[in-house]
């Protein structure tokens, strides 16, 4: 039987995660960056719109900064620790859009400086039609 944990991460994204991985998560959940800490109050129990959103989600092997699974949107925070990862990020980004996934890079400058209409990106992100799944990840007929 698994942990609540290790089920939750099963039902979004299917594949094991790596232990460390999510030891990793749990650890970036405890202590938020700022930026992090102050979207997460507006996320947090259906705030936005009424939608569901995990922070610091493992998926394929990726920690995902917060993760809405009923409109396949992953919301990214870029601080500084990101200019020096442009090469990680990018693959990272296709293999999450591979996923059909969408991705919304927002600055930790734009949290801190208009919160409010950066929360008004995320509901208007979300409200966009989903992409269809890469090929490679349709069942075979």
């Not at 949107?73 to 296709?94: F, T």
């Not at 966009?128 to 069942?139: F, I, K, N, R």
Request: net charge neutral; proline share 6%; glycine share 6%.
């Amino acid at each position: 039987m698994f942990d609540r944990a290790e089920r939750s991460v099963e039902t979004i994204i299917t594949g094991q995660q790596p232990g460390e991985k999510l030891t990793l998560a749990r650890q970036m959940r405890r202590l938020p960056t700022p930026a992090e800490a102050k979207l997460w109050y507006y996320l947090r129990a259906g705030r936005l719109n009424g939608l569901h959103f995990r922070r610091q989600q493992v998926i394929d092997g990726f920690i995902a900064d917060f993760y809405c699974h009923a409109v396949g949107l992953v919301i990214e925070l870029d601080g500084g620790v990101h200019q020096d990862r442009v090469e990680y990020d990018a693959e990272r980004d296709r293999i999450l859009t591979e996923r059909g996934l969408r991705i919304l890079r927002l600055p930790n400058s734009a949290i801190e400086t208009d919160c409010a209409a950066t929360l008004l990106l995320i509901a208007a992100s979300a409200k966009l039609p989903q992409p269809p799944p890469a090929e490679s990840q349709l069942p075979e007929s």
